[in-house]
C-alpha cells in the first residue's frame, strides 16, 4: 500500500514514523517497518523497567545510528505526542483518521434499543 503524503514538510524520520502508522511498510525502503516495529518493542520493554531495553534504545540513538528516528519517536510517546503527532499530520496534510469515526461511534452509543429487542434474563438455566 502506498501512501500519499507532503513529505517536503516533514524530516526523514517523521515521514518514516507516519508511513510506518498508517501502513506498515515503506515501499522504497522496505526496513523501515521493521526499524520502527523494534523501536517500538524497546520502548514498550524500557516502559516496563527492563534496563536493557533502555539500554537498546540508547544504543540506537547514537549519532552514527538512528539517532533523528529514536527522537522522534520518544517525542511521539512524550508528554506532548499527542500535540506532536496532531502537528505531524498536519504538516504532512493527513487529516487524524480517529476522526473519521468518531462520530459513528458515538450516534451508535446514542441509538437505544427499543424494549421489545433488549435480551432479558430468564434465570432457567
Same mark, same amino acid.
Given at each position: 500500500m502506498s501512501l500519499e503524503f507532503q513529505r517536503d514538510a516533514l524530516s526523514e524520520a517523521e515521514a518514516g514514523l507516519v508511513a510506518w502508522q498508517f501502513s506498515g511498510s515503506e515501499d522504497e525502503h522496505?526496513?523501515? +517497518?521493521?526499524?520502527? *516495529? *523494534?523501536? +517500538?518493542? *524497546?520502548?514498550?520493554f524500557a516502559a516496563a523497567g527492563r534496563g536493557e531495553a533502555q539500554a537498546f534504545l540508547d544504543r540506537l540513538a547514537v549519532t552514527e545510528a538512528f539517532g533523528p528516528e529514536i527522537a522522534v519517536y520518544r517525542r511521539f510517546k512524550g508528554v506532548d505526542g499527542e500535540a506532536y503527532w496532531l502537528d505531524i499530520l498536519r504538516r504532512a496534510g493527513l487529516a487524524d483518521r480517529r476522526q473519521r469515526y468518531s462520530a459513528v461511534a458515538n450516534e451508535r452509543r446514542r441509538r437505544r434499543v427499543p424494549a421489545s429487542e433488549t435480551p432479558t434474563d430468564t434465570g432457567s438455566e
Open positions: 522496505p526496513y523501515v +517497518a521493521k526499524l520502527w *516495529a *523494534a523501536i +517500538a518493542q *524497546a520502548w514498550e
